[in-house]
Structure formats: C-alpha cells, structure tokens
C-alpha cells in the first residue's frame, strides 16, 4: 500500500541544484581568473610606460665629465652611472598604481654601447581578486620589462 503513495522521481530530487550551484562556481571562477589576467596585463602595460619615461629621461642626460673634457660630438655620451641614475629619479616621481606592490631597476639598466639608454625594471604585480587568496601564499607575480632610447645630437 506504501508503493501506491510514493511520489515517483523522489530519488533524484536536488541533483540539478547541485550541477547548477557547481556551474556557477566554475563560472565564478573563470570571471575572476579573467578579472586577474586583464588586471596583470594592464600592470605590466603601465611597467612599460614607465620604462620607456624612464629611458627617454636617460638618454638626454649626459655624462658631464665626458662633455667638458672631449665635447658634445655627433652624440651624446652615456654611462652606465649617468643612465642608473637619471632612471631611478625618473621612477621615483611616477605614481605606482595600486596592483603593483613594488618596483625597480634591476641589472642591466645603463648603457652598451654609450649612445643607448637600456633600462629594465622589475615589478611585482597583486591581482585584485584572488590577490588576496595569493597573499596566503606570498606569491604576487613578478613582472620584468625593457625599454631602449637613443638621443641623436642632429645638426
């Protein structure tokens, strides 16, 4: 007499809520992994600009000694000194936007050849969204750019 009464299907009740609230989290999930990924990009986009600022300020600074002693020529001369320093008061009057935790120059910021501003800077990125998850962890991601400049004395 039970059998008569019994709802047919009882046994598969909620299991669609279960997919449903599952898919939603994985949706989740991909919209916030897709939120970080843009956020890093546009980092990385604002470490360039800054570097090409960073260059372009050190390829027309000049080193004074050697301007004084031999003259301006067809270039302007560069050292490795003249280039880390210009860079780096360059950097330090820019704005570090609020996902990048920090930054700086790294090796091989100066010059090769003499007449080449050659500046690298290397930024650490905190996604907005699971940046707070990945604080747990200590990993923000390191981002490394460079950025070349010349300044041709014309005449």
Request: glycine residues 14%; charged residues 20%.
């Given at each position: 007499?039970?059998?008569?009464?019994?709802?047919?299907?009882?046994?598969?009740?909620?299991r669609?809520?279960?997919?449903?609230?599952?898919?939603?989290?994985?949706?989740?999930?991909?919209?916030?992994?897709?939120v970080?990924?843009?956020?890093?990009?546009?980092?990385?986009?604002?470490?360039?600009?800054?570097?090409?600022?960073?260059?372009?300020?050190?390829?027309?600074a000049?080193?004074?000694?050697?301007?004084y002693?031999?003259?301006?020529?067809?270039?302007?001369?560069?050292?490795?000194?003249?280039?880390?320093?210009?860079?780096?008061?360059?950097?330090?009057?820019?704005?570090?936007?609020?996902?990048?935790?920090?930054?700086?120059?790294?090796?091989?910021?100066?010059?090769?050849?003499?007449?080449?501003?050659?500046?690298?800077?290397?930024g650490?990125?905190?996604?907005?969204?699971?940046?707070?998850?990945?604080?747990?962890?200590?990993?923000?991601?390191?981002?490394?750019?460079?950025s070349?400049?010349?300044?041709?004395?014309?005449?």
């Amino acid at each position: 007499m039970s059998r008569l009464w019994a709802r047919p299907g009882r046994g598969d009740d909620g299991r669609i809520s279960i997919l449903i609230v599952g898919l939603f989290a994985l949706l989740g999930i991909l919209v916030m992994g897709g939120v970080d990924v843009t956020a890093v990009q546009l980092s990385r986009m604002h470490l360039i600009d800054v570097a090409d600022a960073a260059a372009v300020d050190a390829a027309d600074a000049i080193d004074d000694p050697t301007v004084y002693q031999q003259g301006v020529g067809s270039n302007l001369r560069l050292t490795d000194r003249s280039v880390g320093t210009v860079a780096g008061s360059s950097l330090a009057q820019q704005k570090k936007p609020a996902h990048i935790t920090s930054w700086g120059l790294i090796g091989g910021t100066g010059t090769t050849d003499g007449r080449t501003a050659v500046v690298r800077l290397r930024g650490n990125v905190r996604p907005p969204l699971l940046g707070g998850f990945m604080s747990f962890f200590d990993a923000d991601i390191s981002i490394t750019v460079e950025s070349r400049a010349r300044a041709d004395v014309g005449g």
